[in-house]
């Protein structure tokens, strides 16, 4: 069974800030893991994935986010939010040792950021 | 380039009436494809899958039904709706057997009433 826990309903930084989104995930095999924002009424917009590789993958707007297997985590980072970065947050996986090709996404509770001017 | 086309983006019906949401994918084949329901602007519960025409997987037993008459149309139905059957649906698509992310429509906001 896979499953994500995002800890944290809601998150309030000050624009110019740096941003932590946080992530854990349990599979049973290797993960697949996935980055979305939801703007309201909008469908999810994806930002960045690790498959394999480096640990610290980049992606859309000037997230980050690091992979790190210790602890089962994928936090989403931002150097420096903007107020247009106010959205919600998705964090997904999905397990590489699934055999069958449904690419089932298991998704997170989601994160409300709120950056403030 | 692949598109995901959803509608429609807004729907009020009453509660007993049919229900017919339609996804439509274009510029890949054979594609993975998902409708999901998010209710109250959170999170998000995978309500059907399919890996090919005719094949569908049910994730939650609910009111709902899924059908992919085509490859790349994939559509969700009600026979009779429930007030709980509110919120907001989103489709979404993955090219078949690859590991990458899946492709999100700009959804459907259904309220029953």
């Known amino acids: 069974a896979q499953s994500v826990a995002q800890p944290e309903d809601q998150v309030n930084v000050a624009e110019g800030n740096p941003l932590t989104v946080k992530c854990t995930y349990s599979v049973s095999g290797n993960p697949y893991l996935f980055w979305y924002v939801q703007y309201p009424n909008r469908g999810l917009q994806f930002l960045l994935k690790?498959?394999?590789?480096?640990?610290l993958v980049k992606g859309s707007y000037g997230f980050e986010a690091e992979f790190n297997k210790s602890q089962t985590s994928f936090h989403l980072k931002k150097p420096s939010a903007l107020v247009s970065d106010s959205a919600l947050y998705f964090c997904a996986v999905r397990d590489a040792m699934t055999t069958d090709s449904w690419g089932k996404f298991q998704f997170g509770a989601g994160t409300q950021v709120v950056v403030t001017p | 380039s692949q598109t995901i086309h959803q509608w429609p983006a807004t729907l009020v019906q009453p509660v007993g009436s049919p229900l017919s949401l339609e996804c439509t994918v274009e510029g890949t084949s054979n594609p993975n494809l998902y409708w999901y329901r998010q209710a109250a602007g959170r999170g998000l519960q995978l309500l059907f899958y399919?890996?090919?025409?005719?094949?569908i997987s049910s994730e939650v037993p609910q009111n709902l039904s899924a059908s992919r008459p085509q490859d790349r149309q994939f559509i969700l139905s009600s026979k009779k709706l429930l007030l709980s059957d509110s919120g907001f649906y989103l489709c979404?698509?993955?090219?078949?057997?690859?590991?990458?992310?899946?492709?999100f429509g700009q959804g459907t906001r259904l309220t029953v009433v």
């Open positions: 690790y498959i394999t590789g480096d640990n």
């Open positions: 399919s890996v090919g025409i005719g094949q």
């Open positions: 979404a698509w993955k090219p078949g057997r690859e590991d990458t992310e899946a492709f």
